[in-house]
């Protein structure tokens, strides 16, 4: 079983919807929360960086953890057909390396 | 740019040739990851230096895989006798580690196909 669970997808919407991405995970050492934006045959772009649990909003994205169910979201409101790309959940603990363990990625495709 | 800068951004090899990638990462960031992303999964991390020192690698780093940052700086990472199943997009991210900022930039990655 992987440490990071992300529903592969592809998940097709209409311009204008409201998407829901989510990962589970089951280290409880994770702390910091992350999700990247790629394009195919680009590098991950950041989009929103949470520490522990809460939620953090920046434009048209809100970022959701909740530690208790080691379950966290990305909402994207007013979805645009820009917005198609891959969607990847990142996670690090609290030690000397911070290094990443990602999901699998969410292939999203807004339908104009 | 002061974005995080790999290259070459496509390689095709042989195999069994060497190839070497390089990283130049965002300025004044002091860490520095390589993480390699095959065809439908995410990044997995392969090892990381704070600074000069390389601190940890992942067992998926294999004994012909050898990452080195010289002077903190750029970083390279070089395959000898590649492998068909070493073709995959390299990836570097840098990063600050101050307080609780943690936050990884990546580049666009070095796309390896061995043939």
């Known amino acids: 079983q992987k440490e990071v669970e992300q529903d592969p997808g592809p998940l097709s919407v209409p311009e204008g919807a409201i998407v829901s991405l989510n990962c589970t995970y089951s280290n409880s050492a994770f702390q910091y929360f992350m999700w990247y934006r790629q394009y195919s045959r680009k590098g991950p772009e950041l989009l929103m960086y949470?520490?522990?649990?809460g939620n953090k909003e920046d434009g048209r994205f809100t970022a959701q953890v909740d530690k208790s169910s080691k379950y966290i979201s990305l909402f994207i409101r007013d979805s645009q057909p820009s917005d198609s790309a891959t969607y990847l959940c990142?996670?690090?603990?609290?030690?000397?390396?911070?290094?990443?363990?990602f999901g699998s990625g969410t292939r999203l495709l807004v339908r104009p | 740019d002061t974005g995080v800068s790999q290259d070459p951004r496509h390689k095709i090899t042989k195999r069994g040739q060497n190839v070497t990638f390089r990283c130049d990462p965002i300025?004044?960031?002091?860490?520095l990851y390589w993480y390699r992303q095959t065809l439908g999964q995410g990044p997995e991390f392969l090892t990381y230096?704070?600074?000069?020192?390389?601190?940890?690698k992942s067992r998926l780093l294999s004994d012909r895989f050898s990452a080195e940052r010289p002077k903190g700086s750029f970083s390279t990472l070089e395959i000898q006798r590649t492998e068909q199943g070493d073709s995959a997009m390299y990836l570097c991210?840098?990063?600050?580690?101050?307080?609780?900022?943690?936050?990884?930039?990546f580049g666009q990655g070095t796309r390896l196909t061995v043939v």
């Open positions: 990142a996670m690090s603990a609290l030690d000397s390396s911070y290094k990443l363990i």
């Open positions: 949470t520490y522990s649990s």
């Open positions: 300025s004044e960031h002091n860490r």
């Open positions: 991210a840098s990063s600050s580690v101050s307080g609780a900022n943690t936050e990884a930039f």
């Open positions: 230096f704070q600074n000069e020192a390389q601190l940890e």
